[in-house]
């Protein structure tokens, strides 16, 4: 079966080779059936292809089987003719990626997933599904940001957004996908009865502003969506089409999870703000506190009755770039936001967060990289399995983490 999984998936037998770090001769003969597939390897291959066990270990696919029966359901969909061989890649590399931050979690006696399961099943119990799809996405956000711990005062809520996700058990992937037009996208990633919501979201090109909604675009999809459809897929042409229902839910949620009324009335009174004459520098110090883009704010505002037609034509042709790059560290490039953090931060959080696999390249995250230092030094985990962990091997791992790895771990 291996083999019609893998060309149902459109996935390269030496990409999937590269991607679970074994030699593409010895790969290619399991395709082939020349030899069975290993036990160490059926885990792992079963999490990222979307299989289960017994069918990825199966001689060959039940009789009279088509293309689509053979293709698990999150590859079929993932065949939509926007998406490269270099985009499913990529996905490829955040499911192997979701299998270890389940088998971390296992070792350190954390079940995010049933966390998550708990609060989505908490925020979206009392949703009335006969409301419009905006008056759902807003009802729910409300809600979301109390069970997750995102009131955070009247404050914007960008800089705790990530390590909250976290801590209830999304994984939380931000990484560069050049010449792709995909901007984001959610699905199931981790083992057997620990499945969880990933949320991905695609930085190049992308500032962080942006990403904070692309992000909760995809958490309200894994609230709504996951359990009937194994992936969202949100593209930079598609953005703004409030045409689908589910879309326009999902605009609705992230704005109102990170725009919502009480904190602009918030920063009006804190800043002094008057909706009728607002300025450039007013409009762009409103971004830096909020953490949201120009055009979120000002649908939020607008939607909350601070301004009217005219005024939101008008302030959605302000430039505010060059004050928001004074005001705010994540108004910059991530290149210049590393560069200039470089003297402050560890080298490995600037430098050394990436993996790869054949040609593609994931920056892992901050806090699953550091996860990993502590299950080492903790005595957790031994040197090569941290090393396999965060997808690289042991000589690089030593390269890269060894001036923070506990000295008698490296004997």
């Not at 019609?4 to 074994?22: D, G, M």
């Not at 290993?38 to 079963?46: A, K, N, Q, Y």
């Not at 009392?126 to 009131?151: C, H, I, K, T, Y």
């Not at 991530?334 to 200039?340: D, G, K, P, V």
């Amino acid at each position: 079966m291996l083999k019609q999984i893998i060309e149902a998936a459109r996935l390269s037998p030496e990409f999937c080779a590269s991607l679970i770090r074994v030699p593409a001769e010895q790969f290619k003969e399991w395709v082939d059936g020349k030899r069975p597939l290993p036990h160490f390897v059926v885990p792992e291959l079963s999490t990222i292809l979307g299989v289960s066990t017994k069918d990825l270990t199966a001689r060959r696919p039940a009789r009279g089987s088509s293309d689509s029966s053979v293709a698990p359901a999150i590859w079929f969909k993932l065949r939509d003719e926007k998406l490269t061989p270099a985009d499913r890649e990529f996905v490829g590399l955040v499911r192997r990626l979701g299998f270890f931050i389940s088998q971390l979690e296992t070792i350190r006696g954390i079940r995010s997933s049933s966390a998550w399961r708990a609060v989505a099943q908490t925020v979206a119990a009392e949703v009335d599904r006969a409301a419009p799809p905006a008056v759902q996405g807003r009802d729910v956000a409300l809600r979301f940001r109390a069970a997750a711990n995102l009131e955070h005062g009247q404050a914007g809520i960008g800089e705790i957004l990530r390590p909250r996700l976290r801590q209830i058990g999304l994984a939380v992937i931000e990484s560069p996908i050049p010449k792709s037009s995909l901007e984001g996208c959610c699905f199931a990633v981790g083992g057997e009865g620990t499945l969880g919501p990933c949320v991905f979201a695609n930085t190049f090109k992308s500032t962080w502003f942006r990403r904070n909604e692309i992000l909760l675009h995809e958490v309200c999809h894994a609230i709504f969506d996951l359990e009937n459809d194994p992936v969202s897929l949100d593209f930079l042409d598609q953005a703004g089409d409030l045409s689908n229902l589910s879309e326009a839910r999902a605009h609705a949620f992230a704005q109102e999870a990170l725009v919502p009324r009480s904190v602009l009335v918030h920063f009006t009174n804190q800043l002094g703000i008057n909706w009728t004459f607002l300025t450039e520098r007013q409009l762009a110090g409103l971004l830096a506190e909020v953490h949201v883009e120009q055009k979120t704010l000002l649908e939020a505002a607008y939607d909350d009755g601070l301004i009217d037609d005219e005024l939101l034509v008008k302030y959605m042709k302000y430039t505010c770039a060059d004050d928001l790059r004074e005001l705010s560290p994540h108004a910059w490039t991530t290149r210049e936001f590393l560069r200039r953090q470089a003297s402050e931060s560890p080298k490995w959080i600037v430098e050394n967060r990436h993996t790869t696999a054949g040609a593609r390249t994931l920056r892992l995250p901050v806090g699953y990289v550091q996860q990993v230092i502590d299950a080492v030094n903790a005595g957790d985990i031994s040197i090569g399995k941290a090393a396999e962990l965060l997808m690289m091997d042991r000589y690089t791992f030593g390269e890269r983490f060894g001036d923070i790895i506990a000295e008698p771990l490296l004997a």
